[in-house]
């Protein structure tokens, strides 16, 4: 049983040893351990750092691509390398590391293919109040998206089997920690969550740069999840909207008609046809969304099947191996 800790890097020279150094030597249930390193076009000495410490794998792009696609090309490296178990988490050593064995082990235990860290949010002294209430309020709405019951959506700090890493299609460029949560609940994968420990801030986060920001980005990123994984759902709804006011229109006419007052009112029909024809052209189209979304779990069969024969035959080209003696 291989366990492989990725951990996605963007400048984090000053904090990726104090990460590293926390990160478990040895599990129960685990033959091996080891580590990987997403450098996300880093401008210091992140790569040198890691090298130093001793991780078995970098990943290096030349400039920033985002957290979603270094996490991505983490997956499918760690895939590829022969990972049974892949735990992600943060350069910035916000996870507490000796967590990482409690995060394995419903996956070990064959209760789960995704955990994920429940941080204490509500006793984490460096998020401001109208923080933790965001971070309620999101993942309350990716409950209701899931149909799952993560309490902490946002947390970065997880586990997935290799079966589930196989499964995995982030197509957002922001983040992949709602959108994987939206997939698996829509895809009924086994999902949980444990409590997690957090460590204090070392630095300030740079995934979003205001509240307005983090708020837009997240409520688009769940709207997107959902409206791939059901847009039947999504486009009736909407096109309800609008076939029900039609039809209001329609009564408010005939009950002017019947009271003998028709005539002026005509323009009560031309607003129910308009409203009556957008709801049903919306139902339509979310039969044609129903359609791409049919082929798209086809081509995500396909990505599942490519995987599989990549585990088989080992790491790919392009990945850097270090066969350094860790330190620590």
Known sequence: MKLIIQIPCYNEAKTLTIALDALPKHIDGIDEI???????????????????????????????????????????????????????????????????????RPILDGKAEIVIGERPIDNIDDFSPLKKKLQHLGSYVVRLASSTDIPDAPSGFRAFSKEAAMHLNVVNQYTYTLETIVQAGRNKMAITSVPVRTNPELRKSRLFHSMGSYIKKSMLT???????????????????????????????????????????????????????????????????ADIIAANRKLLEDVQYRIRRMEAKEGSPDGIQREDNDREG
């Not at 990987?36 to 992140?46: A, Q, Y």
């Not at 059901?230 to 002017?256: A, N």
């Not at 409203?275 to 052209?281: N, P, R």
Request: proline share 2%; net charge negative; charged share 15%.
């Open 34 to 104: 080891e580590y990987l390193i997403i450098n996300d076009g880093s401008k210091d000495e992140t790569v040198q750092v890691a090298k130093d410490w001793g991780v078995d794998y970098v990943i290096s792009f030349p400039q920033n691509k985002g957290l979603a696609m270094g996490f991505m090309a983490g997956i499918d490296a760690c895939i590829r390398n022969g990972a049974d178990i892949i735990v992600n988490t943060d350069a910035d050593n916000q996870y507490c590391g000796e967590d990482i064995e409690t995060l394995v």
């Open 222 to 288: 769940i709207v997107r999840a959902f409206l791939m994984y059901r847009p039947l759902t999504f486009f009736t709804v909407c096109g309800m909207i609008p076939f029900i006011l039609g039809s209001v229109y329609i009564i408010r006419f005939l009950v002017f008609y019947a009271n003998g007052n028709g005539a002026g009112h005509t323009q009560s029909l031309v607003v129910a046809a308009m409203l009556i024809v957008i709801g049903f052209m919306t139902f339509i189209l979310g039969l044609q």
